[in-house]
């Protein structure tokens, strides 16, 4: 049997032939912006923890966090079109804000300390995947 000369499909809908994996890239499109929001959702599970876990509780920390969540949803949804700049916002955001709200309200840091460590690690970990995301998108636009 001979080779199939199959045509070229239109850019973006390029299908791997059988023993070729999808690119990377592809694969990490939404990466970022799902990153972001899971670490929204962490923000909203720590607010939680720390409201249940303090007795006094706190209306300036709960409007910071409520104005941090805001923004994360912000950066979430530009997060598709530039990944990289999106990550480190949300990174340099949590650092600010968790020095804001424990400079308000100390016993509430102590509620939900290890969530605060794993958003930063979380965060950190994808700086990387979002570099190299943002890297093919430029390129991808100056071909």
Known sequence: MGKRN???LPAGRQVPLPGQS??????????????????????IAGEIISILAGKNFSWA???VTAIEVALFIILAFLAKRNPYPSILSA?????IISIITAALKPT??????????FILI????????????????KGKLQK
């Open 91 to 95: 990174l340099v955001l949590f650092i």
């Open 6 to 8: 199959n045509p070229p």
């Open 122 to 137: 979380y965060l950190v970990r994808a700086i990387s995947d979002a570099r190299e995301l943002q890297a093919f998108k």
């Open 108 to 117: 509430y840091l102590g509620g939900s300390i290890i969530i605060k460590i």
């Open 61 to 63: 920390v709960t409007v």
């Open 22 to 43: 999808v690119p990377r890239w592809k694969m990490d499109e939404n990466k970022t912006r799902n990153t972001i929001l899971d670490t929204l959702c962490l923000l």
